[in-house]
């Protein structure tokens, strides 16, 4: 934790029933609860618009809610300015002074702070061997690599030992590479450091990967919060289900049969599927017995199977696959909805070369083992 820096203790930050308008009416947060615990690294998703940076710039200080607290370490802070909040915050460019040196760099905000020199430098040194540039102090940021140069910024944010760190968009800027690259360095970092980060970003590759926890918003209302692995296999809403993951997660109409001597039925327009009782998905959508569902299927939890296959299948038409590389996707109708499948398990026949993937194919079957969402 943050031991390695000897630095201060507890940063939690809770947001109760925030709301922010701003003057011309802009609905842009519209009651958000949300917890960030100590150590946390919570990133904000959702699409340009939807108030992420509103969020950040409320628990920064920078504006203050309309309605609602922004509370740090379980206080109110909602009129506390934000020079008194302890908290770095990190933008898009890492803009470092190129003729200054890393040493400089990292020792500025203390400067600024009037710090006298030698506790300065021992700060310096400390925060550098904690991020591991402590051998290249003396160079200049033109010297650096991109991940070293990173590391600099983040030296230069933490060394007055904020509570918290904020960052907006931080690999915005940067090329798809050094992106993947430094994606992993911040969260790993930030870790390293134990300080709490709230992190905004629109990219969901990027909040899988780094977050602890995963906050999504849409239009200033927060949707879900939860680890990567429940948002992504257990949306909390439909627009959660449909944002996240690439291919989209299929989504579909269906209603729900339970027959006394326990077995369900899904109907999914004209095909049914029997599900016995002591199957997990039966469970899951029993309670919505005579009721209209959506049922959410990810690409990766259908295998397809032989047209003569027994058991839970749905059939359908392949209308075309699409070559990734590391998978292939297949694009059926079902009736008359659409669906993707992944091969990756049980690769169908490609089709003939020269026809890029658009040879129909007659029926196949699909089995179900994607987990469902209650609509
Ligand atoms: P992006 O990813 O594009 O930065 P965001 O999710 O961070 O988007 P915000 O910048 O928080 O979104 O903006 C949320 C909404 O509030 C948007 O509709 C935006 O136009 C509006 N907004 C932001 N700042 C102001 C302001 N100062 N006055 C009026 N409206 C604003």
Redesign the pocket.
């Known amino acids: 934790g943050r031991r390695a820096l000897g630095g201060k203790t507890v940063s939690t930050v809770t947001l109760k029933d925030v709301t922010k308008v701003?003057?011309?009416g802009?609905l842009?947060v519209d009651s958000i609860n949300l917890d960030v615990n100590d150590g946390e690294f919570m990133v904000l998703l959702?699409p340009?618009?939807?108030?992420?940076?509103?969020v950040l710039r409320m628990i920064a200080g920078l504006e203050e809610p309309t309605t609602g607290a922004v509370m740090l370490d379980g206080e109110v802070a909602n009129d506390l300015p934000p020079r008194d909040r302890r908290i770095a915050m990190v933008f898009q460019d890492f803009a470092l002074y190129p003729h200054m040196t890393v040493g400089d760099n990292i020792a500025f905000p203390l400067r600024l702070a009037g710090v006298e020199p030698e506790p300065r430098g021992e700060r310096v040194s400390d925060v550098a061997s904690a991020l591991g540039i402590g051998d290249v102090l003396a160079r200049k940021p033109g010297q650096l690599s991109g991940g070293q140069r990173q590391r600099v910024a983040m030296g230069r944010a933490i060394v007055r030992r904020p509570g918290l760190f904020l960052m907006d968009e931080p690999l915005s800027n940067l090329d798809s590479g050094l992106r993947a690259e430094l994606r992993a360095e911040i969260s790993g970092l930030t870790r390293e450091l134990g300080v709490t980060t709230v992190y905004?970003t629109?990219d969901q590759a990027e909040a899988l990967t780094m977050a602890d926890r995963v906050a999504i918003m849409r239009r200033g209302v927060l949707q879900d919060v939860g680890t990567p692995t429940q948002v992504y296999g257990r949306p909390a809403t439909l627009y959660v289900a449909a944002f996240l993951g690439s291919p989209r997660m299929n989504l579909l109409e269906a209603s729900v049969y339970v027959h006394l001597d326990r077995y369900v039925t899904l109907n999914l327009g004209d095909q049914s599927l029997y599900l016995p009782w002591n199957d997990i998905r039966s469970r899951a959508v029993a309670h919505y017995h005579g009721e209209r569902i959506v049922v959410g299927m990810r690409a990766e939890a259908l295998t397809p199977v032989a047209p003569d296959s027994p058991g839970d299948v749905l059939r359908g038409r392949i209308r075309y696959l699409e070559h990734h590389g590391h998978e292939s996707l297949a694009f059926l109708d079902i009736g008359a909805t659409a669906i993707v499948v992944d091969e990756m398990g049980a690769p169908l026949e490609p089709p003939p070369v020269g026809q890029r993937g658009l040879r129909r194919f007659g029926s196949v079957m699909q089995r179900l083992t994607g987990k469902p969402v209650e609509a």
């Open positions: 701003f003057r011309d802009t842009a959702g340009s618009g939807c108030g992420k940076s509103t905004v629109h």
